[in-house]
């Protein structure tokens, strides 16, 4: 197994675990790309799972967002996805099988206050995936999509980097009341294990389903997608937005 990390300090497997490897890579740059897909087949004779993780989520207003945080969302959720599996399919098409695995978010599902850019990242990394398979398929490489909702992870805390722009505080209200409540819901979010173990039941489900959601506030906006119209969403999504 090989597991990607940005930094020395982050590596989690122990240098005597055998059949497993941390390798540095920054998803933001498409030569460390290229060259961590060739590292890992090297090292390990062959490739069969590509599962790319990398996420970036800033909350802010779009009117308040920096064209870095921006860039920085869109070239983590989206465009290192896309330069990791170019990197390796030449290799999947050589050995005629593969399976990729993108990690989304209900966020590619459904659009909500002050994740715009999130919400615009993952829905081209679904549509993105959801095209590429068909092109894939008669190579045999199939494409899995998982849908977590909520989990502890440092996804929404680096993204706390990015200074808002100032323009006053024309949003200011409604995004305080937009981040406690989202602190509020911290004691829910539940142990990213869950996410694993759904990751590991699409790479070993040899059908052709493409999304796997995974967590009850997951299953709750997918089952609202489903049933209620747009404007309901709209109505029961904005409703902090009627008066703050």
Same mark, same amino acid.
């Given at each position: 197994?090989?597991?990607?990390?940005?930094?020395?300090?982050?590596?989690?497997?122990?240098?005597?675990?055998?059949?497993?490897?941390?390798?540095?890579?920054?998803?933001?740059?498409?030569?460390?790309?290229?060259?961590?897909?060739?590292?890992?087949?090297?090292?390990?004779?062959?490739?069969?799972?590509?599962?790319?993780?990398?996420?970036? $989520?800033? &909350? %802010?207003?779009?009117?308040?967002?920096?064209?870095? @945080? +921006?860039?920085?969302?869109?070239?983590?959720? #989206?465009? !290192?996805?896309?330069?990791?599996?170019?990197?390796?399919?030449?290799?999947?098409?050589?050995?005629?099988?593969?399976?990729?695995?993108?990690? $989304?978010? &209900? %966020?590619?599902?459904?659009?909500?206050?002050?994740? @715009? +850019?999130?919400?615009?990242?993952?829905?081209? #990394?679904? !549509?993105?995936?959801?095209?590429?398979?068909?092109?894939?398929?008669?190579?045999?490489?199939?494409?899995?999509?998982?849908?977590?909702?909520?989990?502890?992870?440092?996804?929404?805390?680096?993204?706390?980097?990015?200074?808002?722009?100032?323009?006053?505080?024309?949003?200011?209200?409604?995004?305080?009341?937009?981040?406690?409540?989202?602190?509020?819901?911290?004691?829910?979010?539940?142990?990213?294990?869950?996410?694993?173990?759904?990751?590991?039941?699409?790479?070993?489900?040899?059908?052709?389903?493409?999304?796997?959601?995974?967590?009850?506030?997951?299953?709750?906006?997918?089952?609202?997608?489903?049933?209620?119209?747009?404007?309901?969403?709209?109505?029961?999504?904005?409703?902090?937005?009627?008066?703050?």
């Amino acid at each position: 197994m090989a597991a990607t990390v940005r930094k020395n300090e982050d590596f989690f497997f122990e240098n005597n675990v055998p059949n497993a490897r941390n390798f540095l890579l920054d998803v933001s740059k498409e030569d460390q790309c290229r060259r961590v897909i060739a590292d890992v087949i090297k090292t390990f004779g062959s490739l069969d799972v590509l599962v790319n993780n990398a996420g970036l $989520s800033v &909350m %802010a207003a779009f009117e308040e967002s920096s064209q870095q @945080s +921006i860039d920085d969302q869109f070239q983590t959720n #989206l465009y !290192g996805a896309m330069q990791l599996t170019k990197a390796a399919l030449p290799y999947f098409r050589k050995q005629r099988s593969g399976l990729i695995v993108a990690v $989304s978010s &209900m %966020a590619g599902r459904i659009g909500v206050p002050f994740y @715009s +850019i999130h919400a615009a990242s993952k829905f081209a #990394l679904e !549509g993105f995936f959801e095209s590429l398979r068909f092109e894939l398929y008669p190579f045999h490489i199939r494409v899995k999509i998982i849908e977590p909702g909520s989990y502890q992870t440092r996804i929404l805390s680096n993204g706390k980097k990015y200074p808002a722009l100032q323009i006053g505080n024309t949003y200011e209200p409604y995004l305080r009341k937009h981040e406690e409540g989202m602190q509020a819901y911290e004691v829910h979010r539940r142990d990213p294990g869950e996410v694993a173990e759904k990751i590991w039941e699409a790479v070993h489900d040899e059908s052709n389903q493409l999304r796997y959601i995974v967590g009850e506030d997951a299953i709750h906006i997918e089952k609202m997608r489903k049933e209620l119209s747009e404007e309901e969403i709209f109505s029961l999504v904005g409703k902090n937005f009627q008066s703050a």
